[in-house]
């Protein structure tokens, strides 16, 4: 148990580092994605905690944050309408009356949950389908 907190921690602390880096991305943003591609494969891999390529329900629960900060292009762990790339009305169903996304609501809301990632039901994501997921919400 102790293993996997400190797992858990080091991958958080590794992703926080990589989104605060100074240096510019090594890919390019283009509007049909707006994520770096090396970003969004350093996110799996931080997730895939057995490196089989996959990441399961359990890996997905424990490495929630790396998405979260994946999405959090300020750095200030709440997501706004310009991070987020939905539409007002989803937005607003996610955000509440305060117009943020903490990390806990957007957890909370349908369109994160594992099952509707896990787009083939075969109870583990791959990179394809954590992408989909990702640049549905990013910006």
Known sequence: MRHGIRNGVVAFCLVVAACQSSEPPSSAVTPTNPVPEERLQSHFLTMDED?????????YERGR???????????????????LHLTPQAFDK????DRVVEIGELFQSASASFDEIDVNGDKRLSFPEFRKFILHFGS
């Open 94 to 97: 996610i955000a509440g009356p």
């Open 51 to 59: 490196r089989d390529g996959f990441i399961s329900r359990p890996e």
């Open 65 to 83: 944050g790396a998405i979260f900060i994946a999405l959090d292009k300020d750095g200030n762990f709440r997501l706004t309408e310009d991070e």
